[in-house]
């Protein structure tokens, strides 16, 4: 799990001149954290927020507790990060955070001249803050040319349960087809229950 080098900032300090020394001014707040303004790596906020999922870790007096950002400010016109909040998740109740999925290995249908798809890199997952893994990682090596992924398909701890239908498709093998119609046919019967558009 990604662990956030936030510091405590002193208020007294402009916000732009942190902001010229190559930090992010922000704040955070939780069931045992009282709101509390921080400061953290411009390069590592960007770096962070690049990545799918949104669960991360943060060490506090209190010891280590586990957050997401809940609210991300930009400047209008440059649109860099100004400012941003993390909320700390409760440890006795359950949480939804979105967590990234992994897919490992090269498809057999990749080597037999597919193409692998990924249509989704990221799930929504309910479960105790300490159970939520960091991802999901699926070795997809047996994928053949045709072949999808699902939700359904997952192996994934029985204290967790992931917010999207069984038959979301997280990644397909398509053959490789030159021609618009042969797409659409390949694509129709795979994508018809997804409000998403069809990939080229």
Same mark, same amino acid.
């Given at each position: 799990?990604?662990?956030?080098?936030?510091?405590?900032?002193? /208020?007294?300090?402009?916000?732009?001149?942190?902001?010229?020394?190559?930090?992010?001014?922000?704040?955070?707040?939780?069931?045992?954290?009282?709101?509390?303004?921080?400061?953290?790596? /411009?390069?590592?906020?960007?770096?962070?927020?690049?990545?799918?999922?949104?669960?991360? +870790?943060?060490?506090?007096?209190?010891?280590?507790?586990?957050?997401?950002?809940?609210?991300?400010?930009?400047?209008?016109?440059?649109?860099?990060?100004?400012?941003?909040?993390?909320?700390?998740?409760?440890?006795?109740?359950?949480?939804?955070?979105?967590?990234?999925? +992994?897919?490992?290995?090269?498809?057999?249908?990749? +080597?037999?001249?597919? &193409?692998? &798809?990924?249509?989704?890199?990221?799930?929504?997952?309910?479960?105790?803050?300490?159970?939520?893994?960091?991802?999901?990682?699926?070795?997809?090596?047996?994928?053949?040319?045709?072949?999808?992924?699902?939700?359904?398909?997952?192996?994934?701890?029985?204290?967790?349960?992931?917010?999207?239908?069984?038959?979301?498709?997280?990644?397909?093998?398509?053959?490789?087809?030159?021609?618009?119609?042969?797409?659409?046919?390949?694509?129709?019967?795979?994508?018809?229950?997804?409000?998403?558009?069809?990939?080229?």
């Amino acid at each position: 799990m990604q662990l956030l080098h936030i510091k405590k900032r002193n /208020k007294k300090r402009k916000a732009w001149e942190l902001r010229e020394n190559g930090f992010v001014p922000g704040s955070i707040y939780g069931k045992t954290i009282d709101s509390t303004p921080i400061r953290i790596p /411009k390069k590592e906020l960007k770096t962070a927020l690049k990545e799918p999922g949104e669960l991360y +870790k943060v060490e506090t007096v209190l010891g280590p507790r586990f957050v997401k950002f809940i609210d991300i400010h930009k400047d209008p016109v440059t649109r860099e990060i100004i400012h941003f909040s993390l909320v700390e998740l409760p440890r006795d109740r359950e949480n939804k955070v979105e967590i990234p999925v +992994k897919l490992e290995g090269t498809p057999k249908g990749v +080597k037999n001249g597919g &193409v692998l &798809v990924v249509l989704k890199d990221s799930l929504n997952v309910y479960g105790m803050v300490e159970d939520i893994p960091e991802k999901i990682e699926e070795n997809i090596k047996s994928l053949k040319i045709g072949e999808t992924l699902t939700v359904d398909d997952l192996e994934i701890e029985e204290d967790i349960e992931i917010e999207e239908k069984d038959n979301t498709v997280i990644a397909v093998c398509r053959p490789p087809v030159k021609t618009d119609e042969e797409m659409v046919e390949f694509w129709k019967p795979i994508l018809e229950p997804m409000p998403i558009s069809i990939p080229s």
